[in-house]
């Protein structure tokens, strides 16, 4: 049998803790699968005097992480610390450069020094693994980098942040408002003390921005990505939305377009009959668009100790699989530096589908004067619902608009005209309508 595989672990927080655990409680099966065994023979953290729930004694112990990557006596360095820069990233780099293999679930690490990193992954004939830092528990990376070969990818996109999904499902199902679920999100350890990094989107862009890289072969630019978050949906649009035969969802989504590559994070209706509508809770769902399979869809729990870790284990385990001399495929599907520049579409230009509601003055020649500006930017309604604003608002109403496919420019022209014309009693909202099978 091959000598045992030494790994070492920074960052013992909730998913640190569970990669240690699932090591050590499938230590038998793991040294099965793999023809050697899985050692952790070295760990890092803040505190070690703080109560994991899994003993490390047998690990030696390093107060900093970096003197870890280069001195322990290690084949396998996992960063578990998160954040862009700082110990995580000095960790990595350091790791890598000392020529051991690293794995991590950092999305934001990746998003901001991914090809980077992966350049030197590279000239060190190392592996750069990093299945858990998008969806969690799916098996997404090792599907677009391994599985899909030959195939030319159209279109990625998915649900990939689940404190997001939680809350938009919780909206539906229970009439709540965004503020109650956010906070009950908060309770049940969804969603953080500061929630902004997922209700805006941040989150869903560096995984998106990932994703990107390995469909397109670009480098990753998770600074230009169109991004709105969802902290304006309202009960409004969650009732209108299933009124249409909406469900809505905060997407990430990339596509090929004739001006470049689209990346865009925002709030999308899909018709409730599509199989991503039926994706709740936390759970994440990735959808890959393809010239040869088809539509491939990949479901699954998004996040959390256990499915993290699995996802982080399965990486160890395929280094634990490898043997010297053995020729690793490129970090993001293409070497490093063959990954294209990033050329970004024009958001103003993307054609599609659009929800509109706008809340309006309940006077004479408000409604022509709406249609007039639709006609004016050559925008085809596909359906137009008026009704009252609400039991204490008389003197205004409701208007919701459906769009045929147009592009955001026109819809963003006519919507603010019609702010202009003072039509309007509040923000308008517009919410993209997405094609999903």
């Given at each position: 049998?091959?000598e045992?595989?030494?790994?070492?672990?920074?960052?013992?927080?909730?998913?640190?803790a569970?990669?240690?655990?699932?090591?050590?409680?499938?230590a038998?099966?793991?040294?099965?699968?793999?023809?050697?065994?899985?050692?952790?023979?070295?760990?890092?953290?803040?505190?070690?005097?703080?109560?994991?729930?899994?003993?490390?004694?047998?690990?030696?112990?390093?107060?900093?992480?970096?003197?870890?990557?280069?001195?322990?006596?290690?084949?396998?360095?996992?960063?578990?610390?998160?954040?862009?820069?700082?110990?995580?990233?000095?960790?990595?780099?350091?790791?890598?450069?000392?020529?051991?293999?690293?794995?991590?679930?950092?999305?934001a690490?990746?998003?901001?020094?991914?090809v980077?990193l992966a350049?030197?992954?590279?000239?060190?004939?190392?592996?750069?693994?990093?299945?858990?830092?998008?969806?969690?528990?799916?098996?997404?990376?090792k599907?677009?980098?391994?599985?899909?070969?030959?195939?030319?990818?159209?279109?990625?996109?998915?649900?990939?942040?689940?404190?997001?999904?939680?809350?938009?499902?919780?909206?539906?199902?229970?009439?709540?408002?965004?503020?109650?679920?956010?906070?009950?999100?908060?309770?049940?350890?969804?969603?953080?003390?500061?929630p902004?990094?997922?209700?805006?989107?941040?989150?869903?862009?560096?995984?998106?921005?990932?994703?990107?890289?390995?469909?397109?072969?670009?480098?990753?630019?998770?600074?230009?990505?169109?991004?709105?978050?969802?902290?304006?949906?309202?009960?409004?649009?969650?009732?209108a939305?299933?009124?249409?035969?909406?469900?809505?969802?905060?997407?990430?989504?990339?596509?090929?377009?004739?001006?470049?590559?689209?990346?865009?994070?925002?709030?999308?209706?899909?018709?409730t009959?599509?199989v991503?509508?039926?994706?709740?809770?936390v759970?994440?769902?990735?959808a890959?668009?393809?010239?040869?399979?088809?539509?491939?869809?990949?479901s699954?729990?998004?996040?959390?100790?256990?499915?993290?870790?699995?996802?982080?284990?399965?990486?160890?385990?395929?280094?634990?699989?490898?043997?010297?001399?053995?020729?690793?495929?490129?970090?993001?599907g293409l070497p490093?530096?063959?990954?294209?520049?990033?050329?970004?579409?024009?958001?103003?230009?993307?054609?599609?589908?659009?929800?509109?509601?706008?809340?309006?003055?309940?006077?004479?020649?408000?409604?022509?004067?709406?249609?007039?500006?639709m006609?004016?930017?050559?925008i085809?309604?596909?359906?137009?619902?008026?009704?009252?604003?609400?039991?204490?608002?008389?003197?205004?109403?409701?208007?919701?608009l459906?769009t045929?496919?147009?592009?955001?420019?026109?819809?963003?022209?006519?919507?603010?005209?019609?702010?202009?014309?003072?039509?309007l009693?509040?923000?308008?909202?517009?919410?993209?309508?997405?094609?999903?099978?």
């Amino acid at each position: 049998m091959a000598e045992a595989l030494r790994v070492g672990i920074a960052g013992l927080g909730t998913v640190g803790a569970s990669v240690a655990r699932v090591l050590r409680d499938k230590a038998a099966e793991l040294t099965r699968q793999c023809g050697r065994e899985v050692v952790v023979s070295a760990v890092s953290a803040r505190d070690p005097k703080r109560d994991r729930g899994v003993d490390l004694g047998a690990a030696k112990w390093f107060d900093d992480p970096v003197r870890m990557a280069q001195t322990a006596e290690i084949d396998v360095f996992v960063e578990l610390i998160g954040g862009d820069e700082g110990p995580s990233h000095s960790s990595v780099k350091a790791a890598l450069e000392a020529g051991r293999h690293v794995v991590t679930a950092n999305k934001a690490l990746l998003a901001k020094h991914g090809v980077a990193l992966a350049e030197t992954a590279e000239n060190k004939g190392v592996l750069l693994n990093y299945e858990a830092a998008v969806a969690g528990g799916i098996p997404v990376i090792k599907t677009m980098r391994e599985a899909m070969a030959g195939n030319s990818v159209t279109r990625v996109f998915g649900i990939l942040n689940g404190t997001c999904n939680y809350i938009l499902t919780r909206m539906e199902a229970e009439g709540l408002s965004f503020d109650d679920c956010l906070k009950d999100a908060q309770r049940l350890g969804y969603a953080e003390a500061d929630p902004t990094f997922d209700i805006e989107g941040h989150d869903t862009a560096h995984k998106l921005s990932i994703l990107t890289s390995l469909a397109f072969g670009t480098r990753i630019a998770a600074n230009d990505i169109y991004m709105e978050g969802i902290s304006n949906i309202s009960q409004a649009d969650i009732r209108a939305a299933g009124d249409l035969g909406y469900r809505i969802k905060l997407l990430g989504v990339a596509q090929r377009t004739e001006s470049g590559i689209e990346q865009r994070v925002h709030p999308t209706m899909v018709p409730t009959a599509s199989v991503i509508a039926q994706v709740h809770g936390v759970t994440n769902a990735v959808a890959i668009e393809t010239d040869i399979l088809g539509e491939l869809l990949l479901s699954g729990p998004g996040a959390g100790g256990n499915a993290t870790a699995s996802a982080v284990v399965g990486d160890i385990a395929d280094i634990a699989k490898s043997r010297p001399g053995f020729q690793h495929g490129p970090v993001f599907g293409l070497p490093a530096k063959e990954l294209r520049p990033y050329k970004k579409a024009q958001m103003r230009s993307h054609a599609g589908g659009y929800f509109i509601r706008l809340t309006v003055h309940d006077r004479i020649g408000v409604f022509a004067a709406i249609a007039k500006r639709m006609a004016d930017n050559e925008i085809s309604l596909e359906s137009i619902v008026q009704h009252a604003a609400g039991p204490d608002t008389a003197l205004q109403k409701t208007v919701i608009l459906v769009t045929h496919e147009t592009t955001e420019a026109a819809v963003r022209k006519a919507v603010d005209g019609i702010t202009r014309d003072d039509h309007l009693t509040d923000k308008p909202q517009v919410i993209r309508i997405e094609r999903a099978e």
